[in-house]
């Protein structure tokens, strides 16, 4: 019962079905997002400090590493538990705390909103607002496009609108978070240390101030390949019986696999640019990862840090280059969703085709005979 409430408080955060006037978004792609996103402020705020305070938790568990080696070598094992927490009994119960406690209801809270609040709402709120707005268009509208396609767009732009929000706040935040951590607690030991770090950080921004753009470019044309396959698998298959009454099978065959070609072209030419990030951050990840080694050796052997610094540095290190490689891989998954977003944005904001007049009255048909009389003047009144 305790669960069950505590979910139910939390999924019914946002109301993703409530009514709202004002249904059409605007077109670009920032105000598209903030269209929606300004309707859920409240749990993307929360994910902010919640992200926040995770990743400095994570930066600090590398710290306890080393500290816990210097206290070994301080300690006589003959001395047993007793000897440590004489010494360092407070020093513990904080680790302790810090790691069994208040880690566990951060990411407890941060899962609740993330899986509870912003999946399910947020998601569905895009979703349903857009199928809303797009089925106010007029017949001409659908007569104009593909179904599959004009479905494929409202799903996925709902589906990545979310995907790119929670990414940011997930990854890009995270990482910063960590970054800074980093450099606070490396630079405590030697300035050095944190020049290295610092570097490192300035030759991923350069690298990804090269790449993102350029994904972004190649993200874009491949949502617009993949809805117009999506768009003529959809439509071959609901308009079956046609086909097979009227088409023959060769023809059909060459219309989807020109479909295929177009969608094989452009996703290779993104594959190949992905494969180009993807090694140019093993190679600077390398330089650093050794620089980083061999300055802490040093540092170590003319006694200026301990072992127990050397250890938590290492790890710290390594820690960040697996979460730098993870955010380009975000990057990639980011700008892989502003393409569909923008793809669907262009079509979900356009404006209504066929609209009633200002002040226009509702046809009211009280019979056959005055349905047939009426039809004409208050069709031409009601419609522009």
């Known amino acids: 019962m305790l669960l069950n409430a505590l979910f139910s408080y939390f999924e019914n955060w946002i109301r993703p079905f409530e009514p709202r006037a004002d249904l059409r978004p605007p077109e670009r792609l920032v105000p ?16 902010l400090v919640l ?3 995770t990743a400095a938790i994570e930066a600090a568990l590398f710290w306890f590493v080393g500290r816990i080696v210097d206290i070994l070598g301080t300690v006589n094992p003959a001395e047993g538990w007793s000897g440590i927490l004489e010494a360092h009994g407070a020093e513990l119960f904080g680790m302790l705390v810090l790691i069994g406690v ?24 895009v979703r349903w607002q857009s199928y809303l707005h797009v089925a106010r268009q007029s017949v001409s509208f659908f007569q104009n496009d593909f179904s599959g ?14 995907d790119l929000v929670t990414s940011l706040m997930e990854s890009v935040w995270f990482v910063g978070i960590y970054a800074v951590s980093t450099l606070v607690l490396v630079g405590q030991l030697d300035l050095w240390l944190a020049v290295v770090v610092l570097a490192w950080l300035i030759a991923f921004s350069f690298l990804a101030r090269f790449f993102v753009p350029r994904i972004r470019h190649h993200s874009r044309a491949t949502a617009e390949a993949s809805s117009m ?8 298959y609901s308009n079956m019986q046609t086909l097979k009454l009227f088409g023959r099978d060769d023809q059909n065959d060459r219309y989807m ?19 180009g990030v993807r090694a140019s951050m093993a190679l600077l990840s390398g330089i650093m990862i050794v620089t980083m080694a061999a300055i802490s050796v040093d540092l170590w ?4 840090i301990s072992a127990g610094a050397v250890a938590f540095t290492l790890a710290l290190v390594l820690r960040l280059n697996f979460l730098l490689s993870r955010m380009m891989v975000q990057f990639n998954g980011i700008m892989r969703n502003i393409g569909p977003i923008q ?42």
């Open 32 to 47: 598209f997002v903030w269209f929606y996103i300004r309707q859920a402020k409240a749990p993307f705020v929360a994910m």
């Open 51 to 53: 992200g926040g305070i």
């Open 102 to 125: 208040v880690r566990f209801v951060v990411s407890l809270i941060m899962s609740l909103v993330d899986q509870q609040i912003i999946t399910p709402g947020f998601y569905n709120l």
């Open 149 to 162: 396609r004009i479905v494929t767009k409202v799903w996925s732009g709902g589906q990545a609108t979310g």
């Open 229 to 236: 396959l999506n768009g003529r698998m959809v439509d071959a």
């Open 257 to 275: 696999r020109q479909g295929f070609d177009i969608f094989q072209k452009t996703i290779l030419s993104f594959t190949r640019f992905i494969t």
């Open 301 to 304: 052997l003319r006694g200026m």
């Open 343 to 384: 793809n669907a944005a262009e079509m979900i904001s356009q404006p209504i085709g066929l609209t009633d007049r200002p002040g226009a009255l509702d046809l009211e048909i009280r019979s056959p005979k005055s349905a047939s009389s009426m039809s004409a003047s208050t069709t031409a009144r009601r419609r522009d």
